[in-house]
């Protein structure tokens, strides 16, 4: 089965600063696609970023990008110019038949 | 706008009461998925509808129910809930099997057993 792995369960950044949060995953798919979602307190699931594993150019959204490296089946999640609205939970997920999330990383902005 | 409506907010039930929970949708999605998240963890995929086909995760409880009646409605249904189910539950719908381009979530319904 596959598995998403986010190894840091909580992050901090300072406002106006970049992060990156990680995630890896594990596959013998070559067709699958990958998100990040943010979760703020209100539980809502908010689409960031996503990522098809046939396109090469690593996706870009305003300050969001990613780092996809297929070889490593690595999926980094790159915040520029942090916010104080960015402070959420995000969670890494991989799809190809069904959706499914890593454990999640805890963002903290500090002001 | 289009989007995945999930009643109530907020839902509290008796330990063994049957509850149900709704999710409705505007996007004329034909498959829509029924998630369980507890506090901190990742949302849990419990089953999904594709179309009229009903499809079960594996490690889904008995105790875990589900109706699509048609295709702007989906139910779930928990028998007899116990302390453990207390969570919130994500309804998701995507435009076709592996529409993941049309991936839309719900605002989620907290269930509290008390």
Redesign the interface.
């Known amino acids: 089965a596959q598995t998403v792995t986010q190894s840091q369960p909580e992050m901090s950044v300072q406002e106006a600063e970049t992060v990156t949060l990680s995630c890896t995953y594990d596959t013998s798919e070559s067709d699958y696609?990958l998100?990040w979602y943010k979760q703020p307190p209100?539980?809502?699931?908010i689409?960031v970023i996503?990522q098809e594993a046939y396109k090469q150019q690593n996706a870009t959204e305003n300050r969001f990008s990613v780092n996809f490296q297929k070889a490593a089946k690595s999926f980094s999640l790159k915040i520029s110019d942090s916010q104080l609205g960015d402070a959420a939970m995000y969670?890494c997920a991989y799809?190809?038949?069904?959706?499914?999330?890593?454990?999640?990383t805890r963002l903290t902005v500090k002001p | 706008d289009a989007m995945v409506i999930q009643n109530p907010r907020y839902q509290v039930t008796q330990f063994g009461k049957p509850v149900t929970l709704s999710c409705s949708q505007t996007l004329n999605h034909n498959v829509m998925?029924w998630y369980q998240?507890k506090s901190?963890?990742?949302?849990?995929?419990l089953f999904?509808y594709y179309d009229k086909d009903f499809n079960n995760e594996a490690d889904t409880p008995d105790n875990f129910q589900s109706r699509r009646p048609n295709t702007s409605f989906c139910f779930l249904d928990i028998r007899s809930p116990g302390l453990g189910d207390a969570a919130?539950y994500?309804c998701?719908t995507s435009s076709n099997?592996?529409g993941?381009?049309s991936?839309t979530?719900g605002?989620?319904t907290?269930l509290t057993v008390v």
């Open positions: 696609y998100f209100s539980r809502q699931m689409l996503r969670f799809v190809d038949n069904d959706m499914r999330f890593g454990a999640g | 998925y998240q901190s963890q990742a949302p849990k995929l999904h919130m994500l998701a099997y592996r993941w381009k991936y979530f605002s989620g907290r």
